[in-house]
């Protein structure tokens, strides 16, 4: 039977978008760390991975706080394409770049899809961004772009065109910066190729 949470656990929950961790209750105090382990028993909260817990209304949010369970980690293919209106797909998880050598455990819920990068490809193009209430980080219009054709064989040619033809209709369309990325990740002839196609 779910409990009513005490407020000064609610009051954490409030500031962190409906997340506890284990460090912030026992900061509270010995008695209130228990209360949440019990409040995960009774359904009250739900332990989103080892350590860190959330309320079940906040799941029905269409985004999670990356930084906190994927601490690095960038919203990257279809889920920066789906922000940025550059697909009509609806992801059915989180895609989530990180770094190839760390180690990390995902959470049992929400589905998370990690891509494992290194270099230009995982750090070219990051910015942070406010949504839902979330500050993330997620990769920017044009490398989402760059992207979509450097894993067109993995994601379709369909989805790939789709992207680009979108974002060649955008009017914040900045072709130079797609021009730079692209040679920076040594995509430019691949780029050029599908431009003239899609112009």
Do not use: H
Request: overall charge positive.
């Amino acid at each position: 039977m779910k409990q009513e949470i005490p407020e000064n656990i609610q009051k954490v929950l409030d500031e962190n978008n409906g997340t506890i961790s284990s460090s912030q209750a026992k900061e509270i105090g010995r008695y209130a760390y228990y209360s949440v382990l019990k409040m995960v028993k009774n359904g009250t909260l739900l332990k989103l991975r080892n350590g860190l817990f959330i309320e079940p209304s906040r799941l029905a949010n269409t985004m999670i706080d990356i930084n906190r369970l994927i601490p690095m980690g960038v919203l990257c293919l279809y889920s920066a394409w789906a922000y940025y209106n550059l697909t009509t797909q609806i992801p059915a998880e989180f895609n989530v770049a990180v770094d190839k050598n760390i180690k990390i455990t995902i959470p049992d819920y929400p589905p998370i899809r990690l891509l494992r990068w290194s270099g230009e490809t995982l750090s070219i193009g990051v910015v942070k961004s406010q949504m839902n209430g979330y500050n993330v980080q997620i990769y920017d219009l044009e490398k989402s772009v760059c992207d979509a054709i450097k894993f067109r064989n993995k994601v379709g040619i369909d989805v790939m065109s789709e992207v680009l033809r979108n974002y060649l209709q955008r009017p914040d369309r900045n072709i130079s910066k797609l021009e730079k990325y692209a040679r920076e990740l040594r995509l430019y002839s691949t780029l050029e190729k599908y431009m003239e196609v899609e112009l």
